[in-house]
């Protein structure tokens, strides 16, 4: 059974800085790519960025060029570096994986990844 366990989160000010870790184990002889999602309250979950097993990224407009992500496959663990963080980036953060390759075009949608954290909070103060 894959599990998905994320930290890292917390407060910051507008213009700082945080690093998502989400360590994962379980994982059998499927490939996965993975992501990073978040939810803020009354909103839907939305994709932040994506990375395939060939180490290519996908961001949302929004994170780009703010954000990065990568994997320490030795480490089991997935990365979300987010820097100059805005007040609307304030959110449920959630480490994904999907059974696959690369997820392609659908590289934000929710039913295309099978396993979820549990999240972590990320609240930026303006």
């Known amino acids: 059974q894959v599990q998905l366990v994320e930290s890292g989160g917390g407060s910051v000010q507008a213009g700082g800085s945080l690093k998502l870790s989400c360590a994962f184990s379980?994982?059998?002889?499927?490939?996965?790519?993975m992501g990073w999602f978040r939810q803020a309250p009354g909103k839907e979950r939305e994709g932040v960025a994506s990375?395939?097993?060939?180490?290519?990224?996908t961001y949302a407009p929004s994170v780009k060029g703010r954000f990065t992500i990568s994997q320490d496959n030795a480490k089991n663990t997935l990365y979300l570096q987010m820097d100059s963080l805005k007040p609307e980036d304030s959110a449920l953060y959630y480490c994904?994986?999907?059974?696959?390759?690369?997820?392609?075009?659908?590289?934000?949608?929710?039913?295309?990844?099978?396993?979820w954290g549990q999240g972590t909070q990320v609240t930026v103060s303006a």
């Open positions: 379980g994982y059998s002889d499927y490939q996965y790519y």
């Open positions: 990375i395939d097993i060939y180490r290519s990224a």
């Open positions: 994904a994986a999907g059974e696959g390759r690369t997820p392609g075009s659908n590289w934000n949608g929710r039913t295309f990844y099978q396993y």
